[in-house]
């Protein structure tokens, strides 16, 4: 399943969460992402596009061109009602797989 | 729901779309580095490093966008037919009376024809219910003078199945019925006597024990039996601890060593010829033993064979080896096959033959009957087309493409079609079990009707086929009316005089059919009406048959055993007709229109020997009693059998011909004081003619009464006789009587069979009857879907021009005229569609020719009173329209625009 492994799974989470407060373009996507996870998960910015047409292709996102503030052409990506259940099942999941990985490693630290 | 209405080609370029995308985030991304101070060209190299490689990503991208494409046209399509679906469904719904008439036109189409085409698939087309049924083959004689198959003889079947190298485990067999001694009452059980190699050739085993060996089918071998599964579940409860067990049969303490599967009943009497009498269903195999007598007579010919073709051997290699060896045989043994070929048909052509005419003529009958259904259904969709033609505009008006609209309409058509589709399947399993309980017992095959995965396929398939044929028809229909005309809002929206003519042209065309049917039906009635009208040659009224069957011991020895015989029959008679109620008792050994019949040479004596392969032959009877009597046979000249011919030695050898067996060989001579040296008797001897009788038909009233000789029984000795007893009132008053003298006779023995001679007479006409009531019920539903049909077309004629006929009456037309005008609109149509249809059925009256009995296949008067039938029911059927045309108030009519 594409997504599945861990780098993957966290950008998607972390592109349907971008998207969560109302439509944006993908670079502020991207900035979004860089902005509040201090770079430490970008290698290069180009591995959000994939990202995104994948999410577009399983519906969790759909697409449409407008014009930004500056008066730019741009592509919004907005969260479909699909994309807002997935995004609320995979935070939760992800909260659950940190917790357990946190509490693993806090204990061989022990 | 609300994206798949979003037009697709409205979608940006996706080559363009990813280009121009990363174009905006590379160029965002620049300006960021410029803000941070840095200069053009770096600020552009620092966008691009941080990116990545961007040809990779973009085709990346595209690739993503390529399969979503794919995928989203994919669900739009499943979208839209859902929506389709469940569109179509409301429209069906808001139009209750439409779906309903459709459907249920549609589903009496489909169910007849599901239901017929169910017992043309059992008979004719399903494999055999024996493994690798392709492979197996009948082997028969042939005469060179006589029609038909004729069956072996032990000494040929043993030289065929010794030579043949193109099949393998060539299997004979005959029928041995037999009686069932343990019971209460005894019981007859149709049984076979085969060779082992019967069941290796049709691949079956037993479920239970085990079928005979070859070391078990010889003389003096202790006896053995195989029971069928409705056997030995009616009989010992399906007690697996039969097998072992000793039952009596004919007298005899048999072994039964083993139960066939469920099903099983090999060989089934009416998939082959009717003088085996092979029971209509087996449930008894015995070895089939050759002893020293069956071995030493080449010309006894009472064996048939049943062989599986080798792997990879065509018919025609089998026929050309048969063809040799026949042609051996017949240098080897002149006296006995000389003139007799060899040939095979297979298994499945033997069961279907018979009846592949009758059938394939019933199967086309009711596909004429499904095509004037779904002509029928075909107009009201028409009408109805033409009444949705607003919609339709509306519809493509607000941009759905001609090709969304049709895809609509099929939906709705296919959605009408299935629904008559379950309908007619659901019909097709009550009229399959309703049709097969008319069937005529002489159905080949009748036990391998089912209503199968074929059958399912075969009907889903046509209902589908008719949906789309129509749905395309209508958006067809719909597309030529023009949007923008149709917007404009005549009320007149009812479709051009194309249209209209169309739907004439269809109802013609169910005309048309319903004639040829009529015609199809009227020749077999009238057949029929001649069939029965034919004097058998015997007074059926008041007889009643039943067979009786006398243990034969080990084997069948007239020598030994034949005085026993006839001393049994002797006494039985003298009771039988000494009971009260009883005019006459007789017995014969091939009753009348049973099937039976046997057929022996004979010579004349004092005429020139004919050679060999062209002798004399004629059907015989042995008789007992006063046959001819308890039959109501006259006799012509001379007398009957009486005391004078007792098996003695002092008694003279006699013979009775028929009234043709005298015309035939002693025409303009008195053929009694003749003496025949007949060749088929146990001892061969010579028989003075000593009375002559009237014709027989003996194997069926279409057929020609054939020469005929009877012997009495206490001079041929015979064990299988049929008693025929003539009652002074009811047939089957005499019944109990007959019981009570057999029984007091020999309680062992069974009355087996019984029926009333009425009944057999009735009987050998039931294909015919069974025929006849088919297409004359086919022919009345054609006629009656075809006038409901003529009916819906003029009425909406007559009520599209009720303005023309409003105006007419207005300008001073009598309702004369106007009922004239309809009346005469009617009369178009239907003369267009009679003289089709008696042009069609002359086109193919050859087809039905063979199952005609005394009639020509273009009689004239049956054409003629088709044409006049359907024209007057045409007018009937018109009449009322145009009467509805007259009352048409011209006002009405003119303010209705």
Redesign the interface.
Known sequence: MAGSDLFTGTLELLVLKAVSWGPR???AI?RWIRDTTDDVLT?????L??A???L??RELLSEE?RQTETG????FYALTAAGRAQLRAEAKRWERHSRAVNRALAALNG | MARSFRPSDMRPDPRRDVSDEIAFHLEMRTREYLDKGLSNDDARRAAIASFGDVAAVESECRDERGQSVQERARRDWRRGLAMDLSFALRTLRKNVGFTVAATLTLGLGIGITATVFTIVHGVLLRPLPYADAERLEMVWMTALQQQGQLPLSAPNYIDIRDETRTLQSLGAFRSSPSTLGDGAEPEHLAGVAATRAMFDALGVHAIVGRVFTAEEAVTGAPPVAVLSYSLWQRHYGGDRSVVGRQITLGGKRVTVIGVMPQGFAFPRGAELPSGLQIPARTELWTPLIFDSSALGSRGTLNLAAVGRRRAGIGETSVKQELGAMAARLATRYPNSNTGLGLTVISLKDQAAEPVRRELLILMSAVVFVLLIACANVANLLLARTAQRARELAVRAALGAGAGRIARQLVTENIVLALGGAALGVVLAIFGARALLALVPGSLPRADDVAIDRTVLAVTIATAAMVGIVFGLVTALHARRASVAETLRGSTRSTGGTSRATGRRLLVAAEIALSVMLLIGAGLLGSSFVRLERVHPGFDPAHSVAADVLLPIGPRFNPARDGPTWSRFFTELMGRLSAAPGVQAAGAVSSLPLSGAFESGGFAIEGRPRPPVGQGLGAQYSVIAGDYFGAMGIRLLAGRAFDIRDQGDSASVPVVIVSQAFATKHFPGENALGKRLQSGFDFTSSTREIVGIVGDVHQLALGEAALPMMYVPETQMPYPFLTIVVRASGDALGAVPGERAALKALDPTIALDKVRRIDDLVADSLARQRFNLLLLAVFAASALALALVGLYGVIALSVAQRRREIGVRLALGAQARDVLRLVLLEGARVSAVGIFAGLAGALAVSRLIRALLFDVSSTDVMVYGVAAVVVAAVAMVATFAPARRATKVAPMDALRLE
């Open positions: 373009h993908g670079y991207g290698v290069h910015e180009g591995v596009y994939p995104l047409y994948r577009e292709r061109w730019r052409d741009a592509k």
